[in-house]
């Protein structure tokens, strides 16, 4: 059976885009391929985080893609702090990705220009190789992500095949996939630039727990344009263009078949704000039900994490044994053999 591994960032609340562009697809991948998902906090460290708040988030987004339908009896749902073998398999993909190879993405180009003068970690640096480990830990097949992550689904692909040359096969080679149905959601003020959980409570980001008011007058408010043309164009009419994405996505439509029987922005903007209200209302009623008993969500991710550990522990030291690293308990004479 094919192998799904994806992973999200306990960073912000989650988003419209979120769950559109990328969490309905993993709700759907795990009734057709062995799903393994995981909360990466360790990759939310790369910038300093607020101790108390990144447990919080952490939690939160858990039981958001429980609330999205993530069913852990079908798939594997986890924290990947609680999986050490990640951290550990990420030293040896650092080790066997080249300086040169993590200069050129443009992830950590773009991030830290961005930060200018300003502390960049050297994680910020590194983490493609944590992420290397994340996807090769489970022997995965398939990672769906968005554009942002195709080169560094990339990068994995290269330093696992890199160690399998140079130390025996040991690990599957990925591929990334990107979902052809669905959005890749703008800002609602700015439809130009993806919506992002860093432009959290933004008029332009519709947050997951969003009251339907709230929605109603981000999407009253979202830019269009000055003609009033209802078409599907992404280049000509962005705004009105990521409305008709929205609704087709929230109706399981394409953008075109959305646009169908409007003439004026402002029953667009209404109808759309209406079938993300419809769309998002029993996510959030499921939320709720599932904050009112936090231990089950800790079980949960405990049992999710045992899962998990059982395919990583036996891959990671199969790549420390094929790299020679001495195992603990080993025989004198296995020592001596190898020599
Ligand atoms: P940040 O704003 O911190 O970069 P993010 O909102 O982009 O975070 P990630 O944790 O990087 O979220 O991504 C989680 C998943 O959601 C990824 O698969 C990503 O491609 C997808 N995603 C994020 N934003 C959008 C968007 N606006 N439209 C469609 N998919 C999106
Ligand atoms: N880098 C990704 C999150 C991420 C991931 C992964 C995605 C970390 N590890 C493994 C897929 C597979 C991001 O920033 N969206």
Same mark, same amino acid.
């Given at each position: 059976?094919? +192998?799904?591994?994806? #992973?999200?960032?306990?960073?912000?609340?989650?988003?419209?885009?979120?769950?559109?562009?990328?969490?309905?697809?993993?709700?759907?991948?795990?009734?057709? *391929?062995?799903?393994?998902?995981?909360?990466?906090?360790?990759?939310?460290?790369?910038?300093?985080?607020?101790?108390?708040? @990144?447990?919080?988030?952490?939690?939160?987004? *858990?039981?958001?893609?429980?609330?999205?339908?993530?069913?852990?009896?079908?798939?594997?749902?986890?924290?990947?702090?609680?999986?050490?073998?990640?951290?550990?398999?990420?030293?040896?993909? /650092?080790?066997?990705?080249?300086?040169?190879?993590?200069?050129?993405?443009?992830?950590?180009?773009?991030?830290?220009?961005?930060?200018?003068?300003?502390?960049?970690?050297?994680?910020?640096?590194?983490?493609? *190789?944590?992420?290397?480990?994340?996807?090769?830990?489970?022997?995965?097949?398939? &990672?769906?992500?968005?554009?942002?992550?195709?080169?560094?689904?990339?990068?994995?692909?290269? &330093?696992? /095949?890199?160690?399998?040359?140079?130390?025996?096969?040991?690990?599957?080679?990925?591929?990334?996939?990107?979902?052809?149905?669905?959005?890749?959601?703008?800002? @609602?003020?700015?439809?130009?630039?993806?919506?992002?959980?860093?432009?959290?409570?933004?008029?332009?980001?519709?947050?997951?727990?969003?009251?339907?008011?709230?929605?109603?007058?981000?999407?009253?408010?979202?830019?269009?344009?000055?003609?009033?043309?209802?078409?599907?164009?992404?280049?000509?009419?962005?705004?009105?263009?990521?409305?008709?994405?929205?609704? #087709?996505?929230?109706?399981? +439509?394409?953008?075109?078949?959305?646009?169908?029987?409007?003439?004026?922005?402002?029953?667009?903007?209404?109808?759309?704000?209406?079938?993300?209200? /419809?769309?998002?209302?029993?996510?959030?009623?499921?939320? *709720?039900?599932?904050?009112?008993?936090?231990?089950?969500?800790?079980?949960?991710?405990?049992? #999710?994490?045992?899962?998990?550990?059982?395919?990583?522990?036996?891959?990671?030291?199969?790549?420390?044994?094929?790299?020679?690293?001495?195992?603990?308990?080993?025989?004198?004479?296995?020592? &001596? #053999? &190898?020599?």
């Amino acid at each position: 059976m094919t +192998r799904v591994f994806s #992973g999200i960032k306990p960073t912000g609340n989650v988003h419209l885009g979120n769950v559109l562009g990328a969490l309905v697809h993993w709700v759907d991948d795990q009734h057709r *391929a062995d799903s393994i998902y995981c909360v990466v906090d360790l990759h939310a460290l790369t910038v300093q985080q607020d101790p108390a708040e @990144l447990r919080q988030t952490t939690f939160r987004l *858990a039981q958001a893609l429980l609330a999205i339908g993530l069913d852990p009896s079908v798939c594997t749902l986890f924290v990947q702090s609680h999986v050490h073998e990640h951290a550990e398999l990420a030293w040896l993909m /650092e080790c066997t990705a080249s300086h040169g190879e993590l200069s050129r993405m443009t992830q950590f180009k773009d991030k830290s220009t961005k930060a200018g003068q300003g502390f960049v970690s050297g994680g910020l640096f590194t983490y493609p *190789a944590l992420m290397a480990a994340d996807i090769l830990l489970y022997d995965t097949n398939q &990672v769906p992500v968005g554009d942002d992550q195709r080169q560094h689904v990339e990068l994995t692909r290269d &330093v696992a /095949e890199r160690f399998n040359s140079r130390y025996g096969p040991t690990f599957v080679i990925p591929e990334a996939t990107f979902p052809t149905t669905g959005a890749r959601v703008m800002d @609602l003020q700015d439809p130009t630039s993806k919506m992002s959980k860093s432009q959290d409570h933004a008029p332009g980001t519709i947050l997951l727990l969003d009251e339907p008011k709230t929605i109603e007058k981000k999407f009253k408010r979202a830019v269009t344009d000055t003609e009033s043309e209802v078409r599907f164009d992404l280049a000509a009419k962005p705004g009105v263009s990521n409305l008709l994405s929205i609704l #087709g996505a929230a109706t399981g +439509r394409t953008p075109e078949q959305a646009a169908v029987g409007y003439t004026q922005y402002g029953p667009l903007k209404a109808d759309t704000a209406a079938a993300v209200i /419809e769309r998002l209302a029993p996510i959030q009623a499921r939320y *709720a039900e599932l904050g009112r008993d936090p231990s089950e969500l800790t079980r949960t991710l405990a049992a #999710g994490a045992a899962k998990a550990t059982e395919i990583a522990a036996p891959t990671l030291a199969r790549a420390q044994a094929n790299i020679g690293l001495l195992p603990p308990n080993s025989s004198t004479s296995v020592v &001596v #053999g &190898v020599l």
